[in-house]
């Protein structure tokens, strides 16, 4: 066996299949630009090739795939949300979440371990009735839960009376997930290459040439392409790239930041969050935990970490889960989370003919990669605006019809 | 901790402050459609480079203006209000006298 290993390492070309299309020269032009190789870009262009026989595509990145907020974000899956609008959405990206190792045959590492949510209060009781409420009858599994069903799904959770916010209730939901978020991203370039979209990382887009209304090409740093239409899908980056297109978005952006800790053998098996102390955590397959939900208090384009929000974090945590204060911490860093003013993302056609928004994806943008690709994929295929994702257009905040989320992520709101 | 310079307090740590949005110059609300509003109310320039925005400091309940530089995270300068606003603004919609009357 190490002499066949040994010839493998040896051989002049590498035997193994290329997942994604090797650096090529750019074409004269294309049906579809996508700007962003996230996982929503990629997964865009999967859903185009695969279900519209739209293969003429170039997906672009300035940097590389799955290196944005795609590798930042702290791989949650869950429907739970308060809006039918919300839980209706986010409900189809739970069930194509599941099936998605097979129709890729590529490991996204999906495990459906649960989430729970705490409240600390009785209005969070109140809201977390009324969330209950609005997901079971919309389908999705989700429940009121008391101290002693708290105590069953998360043995170590500090459940005393005697600490800063005691846990008063939970909602319970089941189908709370978690995957690994760069084999999403890879997923989905792997089966959009393998139908003929073109991946061209390092490629950045310059400035977007708008001629009488409507998108006909972008100007990138190797050079330009005409294009039937474009569109963006640049969490972190949204008002910057919409702005070359002449857009103005609701959207401020803030740095949310993360942190994860040594491995340890496995302790904690649901996802566990308090909108309350501002924290939520989970294990990792590999055993680290991931402990995030720290916004910064002002906009800002930037990932630095700050002490600031590793002592908050860290305040919050340990009054969940005592037995942390022992554990060391591995890495902190931050993504910037672009947010809308009623925490609900952007999808949809924009005032430019032919240039279509993903954006306004704040802390709730990685859930719902295969929904989101596959409905903008057939948006742009078709022209017309399917009804799952037509609440979210840009234009709801000119009709005042803002669509508030007060179920999204334990952070800053 | 991060030291925001307060016109009136000085120098103090920027755990003391709330951010206050972006600065814009409100539109005249006399005349404005429905869609100004909407804009000036929802969206945002959201720059990346050097932005001139409100802060507020808790303790004194002071507003204030600061250029801030949002990719590098710091502070140009804080200044007071009266730099940018040096008469009264009328919110009297003078299309509707009733309403007027009831203001006065």
């Keep these: 066996m190490p002499f066949g290993l040994l010839k493998y390492g040896l051989k002049k070309d590498y035997p193994g299949k290329h997942h994604f299309t090797p650096a090529a020269d750019l074409k004269k032009h294309y049906d579809v630009v996508i700007i962003g190789a996230g996982g929503h870009g990629t997964s865009i262009a999967y859903y185009l090739a695969k279900y519209h026989n739209v293969k003429n595509i170039a997906v672009l990145d300035k940097g590389y795939l799955g290196g944005g907020n795609t590798a930042r974000n702290t791989a949650v899956i869950r429907s739970n949300y308060l809006t039918e609008e919300g839980v209706t959405f986010y409900r189809e990206s739970v069930k194509l979440f599941q099936n998605l190792s097979n129709e890729f045959d590529y490991n996204i590492m999906m495990e459906s371990r649960g989430q729970l949510t705490l409240a600390h209060s009785d209005a969070a009781i109140r809201s977390f009735r009324w969330r209950a409420e609005v997901n079971q009858h919309l389908g999705v599994r989700s429940a009121l839960v008391d101290r002693q069903t708290i105590k069953e799904l998360v043995p170590n959770l500090n459940m005393s009376e005697d600490v800063r916010y005691p846990i008063m209730a939970g909602l319970w939901h089941a189908d709370g997930a978690t995957a690994r978020h760069d084999a999403v991203a890879w997923g989905y370039a792997k089966g959009a290459c393998a139908r003929g979209v073109e991946l061209h990382q390092l490629t950045e887009v310059e400035d977007i040439i708008v001629t009488k209304g409507k998108v006909t090409a972008v100007q990138t740093n190797r050079g330009r392409i005409a294009c039937g239409c474009v569109v963006q899908a640049v969490a972190g980056a949204s008002s910057v790239v919409a702005k070359k297109a002449g857009i103005r978005l609701p959207i401020h952006s803030y740095p949310l930041q993360a942190m994860v800790t040594q491995p340890y053998k496995p302790l904690l098996t649901p996802h566990v969050s308090s909108p309350h102390v501002h924290v939520y955590i989970h294990q990792t397959s590999r055993g680290e935990f991931v402990i995030g939900g720290g916004s910064d208090p002002y906009p800002l384009y930037n990932t630095r970490a700050t002490l600031e929000q590793k002592e908050s974090l860290s305040a919050a945590v340990l009054e969940l889960f005592p037995f942390l204060s022992q554990a060391r911490m591995m890495r902190q860093w931050a993504g910037v989370t672009d947010m809308t003013p009623d925490y609900s993302p952007i999808m949809g056609m924009s005032p430019v003919e032919n240039y279509y928004l993903d954006a306004g994806w704040g802390t709730w943008g990685f859930k719902a990669t295969p929904i989101c690709g596959k409905t903008m994929a057939e948006l742009v295929a078709t022209k017309k605006t399917p009804k799952l994702i037509k609440p979210f257009e840009l234009e709801r905040f000119y009709r005042f019809e803002q669509i508030n989320e007060a179920g999204a992520t334990a952070a800053s709101h | ?104």
Excluded: Q
């Design chain 2, 1 to 104: 901790m991060k030291i925001l310079n307060c016109p009136l307090n000085g120098p103090r740590n920027i755990s003391e402050f709330t951010y206050g949005g972006e600065f814009h110059r409100m539109p005249d609300p006399k005349h404005s459609a429905d869609h100004v509003w909407a804009e000036h109310v929802f969206f945002h320039d959201n720059e990346a480079g050097i932005v001139t925005e409100w802060w507020f400091h808790n303790a004194t309940s002071f507003w204030f203006l600061a250029e801030r530089n949002t990719i590098t995270d710091e502070v140009v300068r804080t200044f007071c209000v009266n730099e940018l606003f040096n008469e009264r603004v009328e919110f009297i919609n003078d299309a509707d006298p009733s309403a007027n009357a009831e203001v006065k």
